[in-house]
């Protein structure tokens, strides 16, 4: 979070906003997680978050797939903002003129996503302002990706506190109907709130908002996100509809919570430390037990060349042996209880 706050920092002092939200996301699902905001939203946050997942216009999945990484809404619309679920059920009545969009991704995967609010009487995003974006949108993908590699600098720790069953019942409204006991204590960690209020259920809206977009084809990425919590450790958030009791469908949501698996971990670990395809297959057969002439074997290279990629593998996750680097890449198997 810190990155994200000099960032912020940064351009508050190149040009005006009037309000922020930006998000993490799952490199491969690109659902949202790990919130830094600061808008006058209140108790319509989980609206706001529906809304902005079951919008077109500047989506950050879409905009992740073209070469301009950053769009204002006014541009996307062609001045028609009304285009915009979002800003004509929400934005338009909290007096938001533009939003600046932009997506952190990169070869690797997508990291994060910004946008930038701008109310009355500060007017709409310059063309320069948003060229501005485009241009450091790939530096901060950068960022973002090698912050997510620090997380497994050092081998997991297991879970300090039982994992669950950590369950969230939703209607598609994004209401919590009810949840497990164990739930409120982790989603305390997930996003610490303010002392002496509830903690807000952000990832789990995220999941479950995603999971909408996807049932109205918005969107066909899985209603999943893997979450860094601390030392080490990460949680894999995922949403599912429920059947009614006569089988049909249109039940609540269910959000779980738990332990990030190690084949979660290791799809993460690969593509937060940019390795390649191969590197990536090298290390997924050595996570399953794969010695060096299995692997070559596997692989159809010599031996010595299996070497040569545990070489750039070690560089490149500040590793030096097999050990360690599974170690870091998989976690701890099973928290204590």
């Known amino acids: 979070m810190d990155l994200r706050s000099e960032v912020l920092r940064e351009l508050g002092g190149l040009f005006d906003f009037d309000a922020h939200v930006w998000l993490l996301t799952d490199p491969v699902t690109s659902v949202g997680c790990s919130p830094l905001a600061d808008v006058p939203v209140g108790e319509e946050l989980p609206k706001l978050i529906r809304l902005k997942y079951l919008t077109d216009v500047n989506r950050w999945t879409r905009l992740a797939t073209v070469p301009t990484r950053a769009r204002s809404l006014v541009e996307a619309t062609s001045g028609n903002p009304q285009l915009s679920l979002v800003w004509r059920e929400m934005l338009n009545e909290l007096g938001v003129v533009d939003v600046a969009s932009t997506v952190f991704a990169d070869r690797h995967g997508s990291w994060g996503f910004l946008d930038l609010w701008r109310r009355k009487p500060a007017g709409r995003f310059e063309?320069?302002?948003?060229?501005?974006?485009?241009?450091?949108?790939?530096?901060?993908?950068?960022?973002?990706?090698?912050?997510?590699?620090?997380?497994?600098?050092?081998?997991?720790?297991?879970?300090?506190?039982?994992?669950?069953?950590?369950?969230?019942?939703?209607?598609?409204?994004?209401?919590?109907?009810?949840?497990?006991?164990?739930?409120?204590?982790?989603?305390?960690?997930?996003?610490?709130?303010?002392?002496?209020?509830?903690?807000?259920?952000?990832?789990a809206y995220n999941v479950a908002a995603q999971l909408i977009a996807s049932e109205r084809l918005v969107d066909m990425n899985p209603a999943l996100v893997r979450v860094h919590l601390t030392e080490g450790f990460w949680v894999t958030i995922r949403a599912?509809?429920?059947?009614?009791?006569?089988?049909?469908?249109?039940?609540?949501?269910?959000?779980?919570?738990?332990?990030?698996?190690?084949?979660?971990?290791?799809?993460?670990?690969?593509?937060?430390?940019?390795?390649?395809?191969?590197?990536?297959?090298?290390?997924?057969?050595?996570?399953?037990?794969?010695?060096?002439?299995?692997?070559?074997?596997?692989?159809?290279?010599?031996?010595?060349?299996?070497?040569?990629?545990?070489?750039?593998?070690?560089q490149k996750t500040s590793t030096h042996s097999r050990r360690t680097l599974l170690s870091r890449a998989l976690g701890a198997r099973s928290p204590t209880p």
């Open 127 to 203: 063309p320069d302002v948003i060229g501005f974006l485009a241009d450091v949108s790939a530096s901060i993908a950068g960022g973002l990706r090698r912050c997510q590699a620090a997380t497994f600098a050092a081998p997991a720790v297991a879970a300090q506190r039982a994992m669950g069953p950590v369950v969230l019942l939703l209607d598609d409204q994004l209401r919590i109907l009810s949840q497990t006991a164990a739930s409120d204590d982790w989603l305390r960690v997930l996003v610490p709130p303010a002392h002496g209020r509830p903690p807000i259920p952000a990832s």
């Open 240 to 314: 599912a509809r429920l059947s009614r009791s006569d089988g049909q469908g249109g039940g609540g949501i269910a959000v779980t919570i738990e332990e990030a698996s190690p084949v979660d971990r290791l799809e993460v670990f690969s593509l937060a430390f940019s390795l390649s395809a191969r590197e990536r297959e090298l290390v997924t057969l050595l996570a399953s037990g794969g010695g060096t002439a299995e692997v070559s074997e596997r692989l159809f290279v010599s031996e010595n060349t299996v070497q040569d990629h545990l070489k750039s593998i070690f």
